[in-house]
């Protein structure tokens, strides 16, 4: 078990306060391949894709980068194993003072790379992957939505990762941009060779984009497969994500708390 995953978690648990977020998942995130992990808000999917990256510790299970257990290790340890994992953030996280140059260039002077020309060729290099090296004196505030995504994007790989994150990638996109999106993600996978690892609820993108689909639901795994497979699913939980279906128990709630707000006719 473990010998083609690049990242890998086992039973692992974390509870805030009462709220129990991950009940036990355990999941194998496989070499080269990308991994879209789906689910209602509040599941779990983000959450997740912290402890990956070492933002969170477990209650309990293990996380593990190769064939490295992470979860426990000292953060000056983490860092190096950081190094080799890119994060794209849902909100992009761009530094406003920063040029879109400077930008790229922070992680490398971060760890350490003081060679001007060689960050200057790196910069460009990544900028050219996302196809905006036009945009490298500009600042974020300059750039629109779409834009300030890719940015973000070039950052994340600009130190050559082996692994990959996507934060809800295309949310607040319209339907071209998150397009867009989607054909980076694919272009980076086979470029650079990267494992991705895309946490999302954007049906549309999961299915254009994934080797491999998770669902979530109140913090486990029900449903893990292709995305043929998923298409082809009976289970109740599933389907009823899939077709964007409301529970019966969430309407009940919703027409509860109706019955109390609504004092007069429509």
């Known amino acids: 078990m473990g010998e083609l995953a690049d990242m890998r978690v086992v039973n692992l648990r974390k509870r805030f306060a009462r709220n129990e977020v991950l009940r036990g998942v355990s999941l194998e995130f496989r070499k080269g391949q990308i991994t879209v992990v789906m689910g209602a808000s509040g599941c779990g999917k983000s959450v997740l894709l912290k402890h990956l990256v070492g933002l969170l510790r477990p209650d309990r299970g293990e996380v593990w980068f190769g064939s490295t257990r992470i ?7 983490l ?7 890119g994060f794209l953030f849902q909100q992009s996280a761009l530094f406003d003072s920063l040029t879109v140059r400077e930008n790229i260039a922070f992680p490398l002077r971060e760890h350490g790379l003081e060679a ?9 290099r990544v900028l050219s992957l996302v196809g905006l090296e036009e945009t490298r004196d500009q600042m974020p505030a300059e750039l629109s939505g779409g834009q300030r995504k890719r940015v973000a994007l070039a950052r994340a790989v600009v130190l050559e990762p082996r692994v990959v994150l996507y934060d809800e990638p295309t949310t607040g996109l319209d339907p071209i941009r998150a397009e867009v999106i989607n054909e980076l993600i694919l272009k980076l996978a086979d ?12 049906l549309v993108s999961a299915f254009r984009i ?3 689909m ?16 998923f298409k082809a699913t009976t289970d109740p939980v599933a389907g009823q994500f899939l077709r ?7 309407l009940e709630k919703i027409r509860g708390h109706g019955d109390h707000v609504r004092s007069t006719p429509p």
């Not at 001007?116 to 460009?124: A, F, G, K, Q, S």
């Not at 964007?244 to 969430?250: P, Y």
């Open 71 to 77: 979860d426990a290790m000292p953060e000056r340890e």
């Open 79 to 85: 860092g190096i194993v950081r190094r080799q994992i």
């Open 116 to 124: 001007e020309p060689l960050i200057e060729e790196r910069v460009m």
């Open 191 to 202: 470029a650079l060779g990267v494992t991705s690892i895309v946490v999302t609820h954007d």
């Open 210 to 212: 994934a080797d491999r």
């Open 214 to 229: 998770v669902l979530l639901h109140e913090g486990a795994v029900v449903l893990e497969g292709t995305p043929e497979e």
């Open 244 to 250: 964007g279906e409301v529970s019966a128990a969430e």
